[in-house]
T-cell receptor, first 113, second 113 residues
Framework: NAGVTQTPKFRVLKTGQSMTLLCAQD?????MYWYRQDPGMGLRLIHY???????AKGEVPDGYNVSRLKKQNFLLGLESAAPSQTSVYFC????????????FGSGTRLTVV | QKEVEQDPGPLSVPEGAIVSLNCTYS??????FMWYRQYSRKGPELLMY????GNKEDGRFTAQVDKSSKYISLFIRDSQPSDSATYLC?????????????FGDGTTLTVKP
């Protein structure tokens, strides 16, 4: 099915380990986003990208890095995982217009022990 | 204070009931209003989006925007057990950088058979 694909779906990390979450979309969307979702805190924007080769910080960027080398892919990296980064991570994409809404991936459940 | 406040719920209704889900906001620049549905352990999916004030209907769902009161609602008629999910409101302003949306924290709805 067309849409946003996230890998992996689940991951357990030890404190201090690193990992990369991959997001791929096949809708030719210009904008891509990484969110984390935590109970009682809603969706919080980590980083976003307005096009290939561009990235920008969102609301909660500390501890994360991103790259968008290809238009269809948006990678989220954790350099040194901390228990506070235990969360569900969602990637989303949209066209270059406000108000059209996002297409979300199915999420990555990350636990840092 | 958050820019978008959503009735926290949870909400439990019998099958066939009319459901009203509500959000208020403080940023008068918001022009686009979205509703997402999120099933347990899944990503949010866009249900409806509207521009500026007024109503929009799609089957059993009606989205209503009152910009003068900074209040939006989603009505579900003849609710079904399959409507049981968390509903997120989201908003964005015209020309917002990267089309970023501001989300409510969600209202969890359970429709009992």
């Amino acid at each position: 099915n067309a849409g946003v694909t996230q890998t992996p779906k689940f991951r357990v990390l030890k404190t201090g380990q690193s990992m990369t979450l991959l997001c791929a979309q096949d809708m030719n969307h210009e904008y891509m986003y990484w969110y984390r979702q935590d109970p009682g805190m809603g969706l919080r924007l980590i980083h976003y990208s307005v096009g290939e080769g561009t990235t920008a910080k969102g609301e909660v960027p500390d501890g994360y890095n991103v790259s968008r080398l290809k238009k269809q892919n948006f990678l989220l990296g954790l350099e040194s995982a901390a228990p506070s980064q235990t969360s569900v991570y969602f990637c989303a994409s949209s066209y270059r217009r406000s108000g059209n809404g996002y297409t979300f991936g199915s999420g990555t459940r990350l636990t840092v022990v | 204070q958050k820019e978008v406040e959503q009735d926290p719920g949870p909400l439990s209704v019998p099958e066939g009931a009319i459901v009203s889900l509500n959000c208020t906001y403080s940023n008068s620049a918001f022009q686009y209003f979205m509703w997402y549905r999120q099933y347990s352990r899944k990503g949010p999916e866009l249900l409806m989006y509207t521009y500026s004030s007024g109503n929009k209907e799609d089957g059993r769902f009606t989205a209503q925007v009152d910009k003068s009161s900074k209040y939006i609602s989603l009505f579900i008629r003849d609710s079904q057990p399959s409507d049981s999910a968390t509903y997120l409101c989201a908003m964005s302003a015209v020309g917002t950088n990267a089309g970023k949306s501001t989300f409510g924290d969600g209202t969890t709805l359970t429709v009992k058979p």
